[in-house]
């Protein structure tokens, strides 16, 4: 029982790797740049960490090489919001960046997942800014992780003969680094009042739904977009 964490070296995706290794996954993550936090995990959990960026798909099939033939769990999860601001400021690089990372590079996890998986569960990281849409911060986020959730319902219907279940989880405001490396670190403590719960989310109360999705008790669950977004 392997499963792949894209983005696994901090944050949701570093929590996932916690999480299933607990429930008795071998876990194999990747990470970008972060090898320091990458090689602390494989030292503290027991994974695999294998350098790959998503956007690129020899990284991917290199990422899923590593992984070998018992793949049974993918996470696809790693992606940026970098830059935020209104839309009509932002430069195209920018916007072609954030598109091959949360788009093209969740096609690659999702493509190669296809290719080797035999049966098992896909779960893909989307956002509640799919259904918000941010604006005046990032709608051209919102607007990846909106084809997030497309890939999530075509490819649930297009796999689900061949008995592999695709998902998709959409975490509200989640206390981790993207927020500082999108320049508002500030940003989880200013929306809390807008939150119904009163209080950002913890990564690791994402990590329980994706575990939940990967996992047998989530057996007729399939092309379902699960928002955890403490009630946003
Ligand atoms: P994070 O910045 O803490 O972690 C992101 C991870 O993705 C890191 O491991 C990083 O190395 C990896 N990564 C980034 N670009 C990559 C690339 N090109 N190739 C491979 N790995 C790459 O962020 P997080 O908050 O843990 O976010 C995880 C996922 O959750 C993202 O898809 C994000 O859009 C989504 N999300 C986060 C929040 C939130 O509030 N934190 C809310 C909604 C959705």
């Known amino acids: 029982m392997t499963t792949v964490i894209t983005g696994g070296s901090r944050g949701i995706g570093a929590a996932t790797a916690r999480r299933l290794v607990r429930d008795g996954h071998r876990v194999v993550i990747s990470y970008r740049q972060a090898a320091d936090e990458a090689r602390a995990l494989e030292e503290e959990l027991g994974v695999l960490a294998v350098q790959a960026d998503t956007a690129d798909e020899n990284d991917v099939a290199r990422l899923f090489d590593a992984a070998g033939d018992d793949i049974t769990g993918v996470v696809n999860n790693a992606g940026i ?45 989307s956002s509640g800014a799919a259904t918000l849409g941010s ?15 497309a890939l999530t319902i075509g490819l649930g219907k297009e796999l689900a003969p061949r008995g592999i279940r695709v998902n998709c989880v959409q975490p509200g405001t989640i206390r981790t680094d993207i927020h500082r490396l999108s320049g508002q670190p500030d940003r989880p403590d200013r929306v809390a009042s807008r939150i119904p719960l009163g209080r ?21 669950t399939t092309g379902t977009i699960l928002r955890v977004a403490g009630g946003m």
């Open 200 to 220: 950002p989310g913890e990564a690791d109360e994402i990590a329980n739904a994706i575990a939940w999705l990967l996992s047998e008790e989530a057996s007729y």
């Open 81 to 125: 919001t970098s830059p935020s601001g209104p839309l009509a400021e932002l430069r195209t690089e920018d916007l072609r960046r954030v598109v091959d990372v949360n788009v093209i590079g969740a096609f690659f996890v999702a493509r190669e997942a296809a290719r080797r998986m035999t049966s098992g569960s896909i779960v893909n990281v």
């Open 135 to 149: 604006p005046g911060e990032y709608v051209h986020y919102a607007a990846t992780k909106a084809a997030v959730d």
